[in-house]
């Protein structure tokens, strides 16, 4: 028989998040009652858990759950697990439009965590999200709080004719070759993945914003910790005030641009 002391002293990665999702118990419980002995039930579950954590599942997958800005979002392997490095763009577009009226396209929304954390911090924008992926659309729907406008398709071939005073993405960046991917096996690969350089769907992006933003509208993207001065360049034939952002973790990773006037 085994305790839940024994677990969370045990070398198990994760070993205490995942006792707490067998055990459907918080952190705090846990420390409080680390001489409850696990049931069957339980202990099949909980040896279910590690042996997919041991074969590298996400525990974010194994949860069902990551928390992203304030809200907590429902993701799959379908889905990107958020990050805490696209947070930057929320505090972007926040700082960007303060209290003014924004209508809003999150290209490529995945569970919905940036267009869903805007709309929740600004109920009056009008907000709306795109994703080739039916099934990412469809946790997307599951996540939202307030009232978006979600459309399936390709960039923008999922909003025809439409314009907006802000383009957000946190599109696929990383080459198609680059080592860092082995971590990322679990992850919907059309997610991160973008070409030779990884900015196939960036020079996209760039490229057929223009008719699809109001006049001095913006373009905020996401982008690799390399890949800041390329996108420079091929901003600058239809876009000027170009502002870029590093992380918390001082890496590149955003960039701001105007469309000229």
Known sequence: MHSVHHYLNSRVIDSAPL??????RDHTWLITHND?????QEKHTLVHLIEQRQKGVPFAYLSGTKGFYHLD???????????PETELLIDIALDLFKK???RLLDLGTGSGIIAITLADKNPHWQVSATDFCDKALAVAKQ???QDINFQQGNWFDAVPN???DLIISNPPYIE???LYLKD???EPQSALVAGKDGLDDIRLIIKNAPKHLNKQGYLLLEHGYNQQQQITQLLKDNFLNIHKFNDYNLQNRAILAQLKF
């Not at 006792?19 to 459907?24: E, F, I, P, Q, S």
């Not at 979002?73 to 990050?83: G, M, Y």
């Open 19 to 24: 006792l707490g999702l067998a055990l459907k």
């Open 36 to 40: 409850y002995i696990l049931n069957a």
């Open 73 to 83: 979002f429902k993701v799959t392997p379908d889905t990107l697990i958020p990050r």
């Open 100 to 102: 003014k009226p924004c």
């Open 143 to 145: 996540n939202a709080r």
């Open 162 to 164: 439409q314009t907006f």
């Open 176 to 178: 198609q070759n680059d």
């Open 184 to 186: 990322l096996s679990h």
